[in-house]
């Protein structure tokens, strides 16, 4: 049987926004407003859960995600050239004596 909560949703999410917004541990939160500790992080945790994900991180199309695959190709290839490059340089800078 599940049991009655006796904080008001406003109250949850205030409590939340707090954890979050300010660089307090949870526990000190808690002490301050008066709840027990693991009970507020599991708001957070909860909120987080609810919160993260499709809002965080939209999903690419296709053609984004071919795009993504040829930049990378590209960078790749061109930090090759760029460390081929450093390494002839080193070798020419030599001093021949």
Known sequence: ???ISSYTPEFRE??????LQSN???????REIDVHPETLRSW???????N????NSPQIGIDERARLKELERRN????MENS????AAAY???DPR
């Open 84 to 87: 081929f490059l450093k390494k």
């Open 44 to 50: 957070v945790r909860q909120y987080r859960r609810e």
């Open 1 to 3: 049987m599940a049991r």
């Open 14 to 19: 205030q409590a939340v926004q707090l954890v």
């Open 24 to 30: 307090k541990p949870v526990s000190q939160v808690a």
């Open 76 to 79: 790749r290839e061109l930090e």
């Open 52 to 55: 993260s994900g499709a809002q």
């Open 92 to 94: 020419f800078a030599k």
